[in-house]
């Protein structure tokens, strides 16, 4: 009598190509896949965030639509990939539902429920909290507090420019004025500068120029820290060669306001005021 041997199932051979490309899946190179997977989507997430909050400071000119639209790429590329990883857990989580006779399964399963809700309850309530907080800090920057406020600093910044410019219109005539009386100077024009210089300390001007009627620079009496000469344009001396309001002309970047006066006691000559302002005031006016 023979023994016959017991009919055993046949077993797929991994390296044989009958196995399913999940099954190939289903083991250690599952997990390294997936541990891949998962450092690209953090790294992309990392590049998203750095693209949206920290580049727009560092970039200039018209590099801010080509920034976004990689941003946009980049956000859409870890989108497809988190969606890839969430369809690669579904699957399983669905193989451990359908097996959920077999032994282990039902423990399997919970394990896998219970680390769901761990991750997902923690970033829901951080969700909900900030959007919250985000929610009353975007309507408490428009509400009508702030507003009144936003306003008013403008209104009082302009009220600001408006003295300012009216100090200098009085100060151009009293110059001019104490000017005139020392135009026996004018042809030493080292003492004629250092008599400008003290006139400028008196009044608070760190910059004074004489210009002729074609902007150059006859005379001038410039301070440490003076901001940098920006020449009238041409209108303006024709406008102060008639007389009138001394014209006057709010620049930025430094914030200033330039005015000037005609000076008949030396011929075709105009007096040149700079008065510095605080930085970016102009622009809350």
Known sequence: ????????????????????????????????????????????????????????????GGAGGSTGQIALVVLVANLA???????????????????????????????????SMVAVIPAVLIALVFGVLV????????????????????VVGRAYIEDVSRSMDSDLMIISDQLSSARGLF??????????????????????????G???????AEQPGAPPLLLPPRAYLEDAAQGGKPPT??????????SLIALPAYGDAYLYLVRPLQDGLITRG
Request: hydrophobic share 50%.
């Open 81 to 115: 990939l988190i969606a890839g990883l969430a369809f690669v857990i579904g699957r399983r989580v669905l193989a451990l539902a359908r097996g959920a006779h077999e032994a282990g399964s039902r423990l399997h399963l919970r394990f896998v429920a219970l680390f």
């Open 187 to 212: 042809g030493d024009r080292i003492r004629f500068n250092d008599a400008l210089a003290q006139v400028g300390d008196i009044f608070g001007y760190p910059a004074i120029y004489i210009l002729n």
């Open 249 to 258: 002309d709010v620049t930025q970047h430094p914030d200033t306001v330039r």
């Open 135 to 154: 929610n009353r800090g975007v309507d408490q920057w428009f509400s009508d507090n702030v507003q009144a406020s936003v306003e008013n600093g403008a």
């Open 214 to 220: 074609e902007g150059e620079i006859l005379a001038r």
């Open 1 to 60: 009598m023979t023994d016959t041997p017991p009919v055993s199932a046949a077993l797929p051979d991994p390296a044989s190509g009958d196995e399913p490309f999940w099954g190939r899946l289903d083991g250690d190179r599952a997990r390294s896949i997936f541990g891949v997977a998962y450092v690209v989507a953090v790294v992309a997430t990392a590049a998203a965030v750095w693209l949206t909050v920290i580049a727009p400071g560092a970039r200039a």
